[in-house]
């Protein structure tokens, strides 16, 4: 089978058509070269391969695109070695779009596309054909694949799929800055013809943009373009295929490019001179006037540095700089005084504090003016003459004593008076007083150093003819110290006396303190009172360093015998004159470890107040056990064995004999067990032998109130004074 087509889009392919077409008639003579298949024979004989023989011949399909003709376009046709031209051959074409877009002709074989295609919705086609016998059906030629291809016509022009775009470029750059590239696409085949072969020009922004024709990069066409002059451009590009010839397809995009600064113009005072009033009464560190140098550029390029640059008005005046508004602020450094000086020049520079290198040809990016300051006269408040007063006076000096005194005067030309006054809200005023006219403070009663040393009090002053002008001043006041306060001993707590103190030992040291100052308390003296007897236990010792060592004078304290002791002791100071005061030490004598420390005082007194050792203890303990012994003892015989009240008159007599004490009768001899009186008169009489019966039942009372026996504690209480 072969294919033959009349569908040719230009001479060169008519050319191939008629080939192709010479070439199909010229394939049905017979060939009278022997065939590849014969073999020649020894005897000149020719032996018959058979094998099959493929009956298609295969060229690809063209059909062109937007074919928009009244009949189907004619596209090819199949042709079989089995077709004789009889008709008894029929020709079936199947795959993409047979029997929709592709036709088929079953007896002539030709092909026709019955809808106009876009190649750029699908490129081709494929396709099976296949030669079948029209009688039997049965199948000529093997069923083949060939493809049909669509031929690409200029019908897309070129388009920007990311317009519009947005650019910039530093203002001043140089001829040929790069700023954008665009890319245009076209849908067209770019294997085929010139139909996506795109071109760029530009259509809008000329003189001061450029764009290469074939890459679409835009570049500055003008340098040094200022962004001052003009911000804002609008460049139109246009793409267009087929290489830019005539007949070609277009698209276009629009660039919206904007200069960026740069900081290529200095700061500029609008004017030379300014003047500017500011009154005498002005705050110190407080704004008093604006100043501002233009700059043309933006951003930090625009940023100005203001300073004074004379000494006279960098003394009075500072200026900083007002990010938001970019002005120079003007503030008082000191106060102003119109008596002094009317008026100050301020010489002002504003610089840029970003600046660029590349522009440096243009000169120096600052500017000056200079600003005429004029103080302005107003009625001030009196002025004292020190910024802060500090007097003094003794304690104990009489009212109206005069401690000291304050000046102010009126600063304006007319000198008028000033009166002075203290503050009512302070509590200086009960103590002080200050006179009207002369500003003499003096005291409204005697001052106690020991009480308050210092006082802060405020003066005010005020012009006579203008009350409401105040102004005002700190005053303190030390209060010296006179020596009105007698020393005294200062007693950390009560002195610690042991038992086993030697003659010579040193008890303790004692110190002085005194509520007079340092001047006259640093230096103490100490003895024992002259109008006394010798002490026999203790003596004094100066130790010439303001403290005083106590010394025993006897051997051997006894807590028992004696277990306080006092001991008075005079202590001088060192001013002028002199004081003296007399403490009375209370010495307490308690048993003491090895190295003299102290065992216990406190938690022992009680015992101790009765002379209670260790050997009472041990004896106290042993009677209660015994007597309590003997009390369970009889108590259980009597109730293991009760006896009949009256066993015999013996026995009656005996009772009534040994009893010896007048009763109630039976109930009593049953109520008590006569061995108990025994011992109870046992224990009685010899508690009541004790020579301080007071004491003894006082100490039972208290050591022994938990037991239930009474007479235990009588026992117990003879031992420890037996002991004693």
């Not at 010495?587 to 260790?614: D, K, M, N, W, Y």
Request: glycine share 6%; hydrophobic share 35%.
């Amino acid at each position: 089978m072969r294919i033959s087509t009349t569908s040719c889009l230009c001479p060169f392919l008519v050319c191939l058509c008629f080939i192709q077409r010479c070439y199909g008639a010229s394939h049905h003579v017979p060939a009278k070269v022997p065939s590849k298949n014969q073999t020649k024979l020894a005897n000149g004989e020719t032996e018959v391969h058979h094998r099959p023989k493929r009956g298609w011949i295969w060229n690809q399909f063209f059909v062109l695109e937007e074919h928009m003709g009244p009949d189907a376009q004619y596209v090819g046709k199949l042709h079989s070695n089995s077709d004789k031209g009889d008709g008894s051959v029929r020709y079936i074409l199947s795959g993409e779009g047979a029997g929709t877009i592709f036709i088929i002709d079953e007896v002539t074989g030709d092909i026709h596309a019955t809808k106009s295609l876009d190649r750029e919705r699908k490129t081709h086609y494929v396709l099976h054909a296949q030669a079948l016998d029209r009688n039997t059906e049965e199948a000529l030629e093997p069923k083949s694949e060939f493809i049909i291809k669509v031929q690409d016509i200029n019908d897309n022009a070129p388009k920007f799929p990311d317009g519009p775009f947005v650019a910039t470029v530093p203002e001043m750059s140089e001829l040929g800055t790069s700023v954008l590239q665009v890319t245009a696409t076209d849908a067209d085949d770019p294997t085929y013809g010139n139909s996506a072969r795109i071109v760029y020009s530009i259509l809008q922004g000329q003189p001061y943009f450029s764009v290469d024709p074939k890459t679409g990069i835009i570049r500055t066409a003008l340098a040094n373009m200022d962004r001052e002059a003009r911000e804002h451009y609008t460049v139109v590009i246009q793409a267009k295929d087929m290489a830019g010839q005539v007949g070609g397809l277009s698209g276009s995009t629009t660039i919206n490019i904007t200069l960026t600064d740069v900081n290529d113009n200095p700061p500029k005072f609008p004017q030379k001179n300014y003047q500017l009033y500011v009154p005498e009464s002005a705050q110190v560190g407080k704004p008093v006037g604006k100043i501002k140098a233009n700059d043309e550029d933006l951003g930090i390029n625009a940023d100005i540095k203001y300073s004074i640059i004379n000494s006279e008005g960098a003394n009075m005046f500072s200026i900083s700089t007002d990010r938001d508004t970019r002005e120079g602020v003007i503030s008082l450094k000191k106060p102003l005084n119109y008596e002094r000086k009317k008026t100050y020049t301020l010489h002002i520079e504003g610089m840029n504090t970003h600046m660029d290198p590349r522009f440096s040809y243009i000169g120096s990016f600052k500017d000056t003016a200079t600003l005429k300051i004029s103080v302005g006269d107003v009625d001030e408040a009196p002025v004292f003459s020190m910024d802060y007063y500090i007097m003094d006076v003794y304690e104990n000096a009489p009212s109206g004593t005069e401690v000291g005194a304050v000046t102010a005067r009126d600063p304006d030309s007319r000198n008028s008076p000033v009166r002075y006054f203290m503050d009512s809200k302070e509590e200086g005023e009960r103590y002080f007083r200050i006179e009207e006219s002369s500003g003499v403070v003096r005291t409204t009663q005697p001052l106690d150093r020991e009480d308050i040393p210092w006082h802060n009090i405020t003066v005010m002053a005020s012009e006579v003819d203008n009350p409401s002008l105040l102004s005002h001043v700190p005053v303190t006041v030390q209060v010296l110290d006179v020596n009105d306060n007698p020393p005294e001993i200062a007693a950390d707590g009560e002195v610690i006396v042991c038992e086993s103190s030697r003659p010579g030992q040193v008890i303790q040291t004692v110190t002085a303190v005194d509520k007079d100052d340092f001047a006259n308390g640093q230096r103490f003296y100490f003895a024992l009172p002259s109008q006394l007897p010798v002490n026999p236990n203790f003596t004094l010792k100066d130790n010439e360093d303001s403290s005083a060592s106590i010394i025993a004078r006897r051997r051997r304290f006894n807590h028992l015998t004696q277990e306080l002791y006092e001991l008075p002791i005079v202590v001088w100071d060192g001013g002028e004159p002199s004081l003296s005061g007399t403490s009375t030490l209370t010495l307490r004598v308690c048993p003491c470890q090895r190295h003299g420390r102290i065992r216990i005082c406190q938690g022992e007194a009680f015992l101790s107040s009765a002379g209670l050792s260790t050997g009472a203890l041990i004896a106290i303990l042993l009677c209660i056990v015994i007597l309590l012994a003997i009390v369970v003892l009889f108590v259980t015989l009597r109730r293991s064995k009760k006896e009949p009240l009256i066993i015999s008159e013996e026995d009656i007599r005996e009772n009534v004999v040994t009893y010896d004490d007048e009763g109630g009768g039976e109930e009593d001899t049953e109520a008590f067990d006569i061995i108990a009186l025994h011992v109870f008169k046992l224990v009685w009489w010899f508690s009541t032998s004790i020579v301080n019966l007071k004491k003894t039942l006082l100490f039972c009372f208290f050591l022994f109130s938990p037991f239930p026996f009474f007479p235990v504690c009588c026992f117990g209480s003879w031992i420890v004074h037996l002991e004693v």
